[in-house]
């Protein structure tokens, strides 16, 4: 499960479970919006992103920084919804800038 954390206008985080994320290639993660919550807002607002992701058997995680790109009733976006069955969610697309291992 990969945990996502942004930050609002005043500085404050925000971090919350993300279980639809994917990885579209070695540059770019996706994840469906589906509650539009704080770091949906955060992130429409500019927020860079942190996400984790750890394996706890190996104790081992991986850290990424990003940017996101976000896809509301675009054309992008119902071609990404039209698999899923969530029709009503947004596609948020992750510009991955730094991984820590």
Do not use: C
């Not at 005043?10 to 770019?28: A, E, Y």
């Not at 500019?46 to 104790?59: E, M, R, Y």
């Not at 969610?89 to 991955?96: Q, W």
């Amino acid at each position: 499960l990969v945990y996502l954390s942004t930050v609002d206008a005043d500085g404050n985080p925000q971090v919350g479970p993300k279980g639809s994320m994917t990885v579209l290639d070695p540059s770019h993660l996706q994840y469906l919006e589906k509650t539009k919550g704080e770091a949906y807002e955060n992130i429409k607002r500019g927020s860079k992103v942190a996400l984790v992701a750890a394996d706890v058997p190996s104790h081992t995680a991986v850290r990424v920084l990003a940017t996101a790109e976000v896809h509301e009733d675009d054309d992008y976006a119902k071609k990404v919804l039209a698999k899923t069955e969530f029709p009503n969610a947004f596609v948020v697309n992750l510009n991955i800038e730094e991984v820590f291992a």
